[in-house]
């Protein structure tokens, strides 16, 4: 596939317009309308395809990353810390959860978030903090 084409996929699913993409890769915005009209024959196609196929190639590789994480499990303690926040939420007060580091604390609280879509406010502390 022809770099125009693909970018003009990515442009279509990301939905971002070009004098976008123009502005996140740094170049003029008249660079990348002159190379999607006329593609490796523009006359300064090698400034805005190596940007581009980086830009994408990067962006792409961060989607299947993301896509690698491993999904959440209820443990006891993520259990334990939903029963904190729907405690300090029904009181309308702050909660504090504490724990060894890597115990899924952060994570727990992220979940809640997201499944019950509330407004959560997260401050991490660690000693050195």
Known sequence: MQLVELTK????????????????LG??????????????SYKYASKVESLLEKYIKSFVEEKSVKELQTPFIATKDAKA?????ESAMSNREMGVIIG??????SRAIKEY???NGTRVVLFEATTET
């Open 9 to 24: 996929k990515f442009l279509s699913t990301q939905n971002i317009s070009q004098n976008n993409l123009s502005d996140r």
């Open 27 to 40: 170049i003029n915005k008249s660079y990348m309308v002159g190379y999607m009209k006329e593609g490796s």
């Open 81 to 85: 810390i939903n029963v904190t926040i």
């Open 100 to 105: 060894e580091a890597g115990t899924g604390k």
């Open 113 to 115: 978030a997201a499944k």
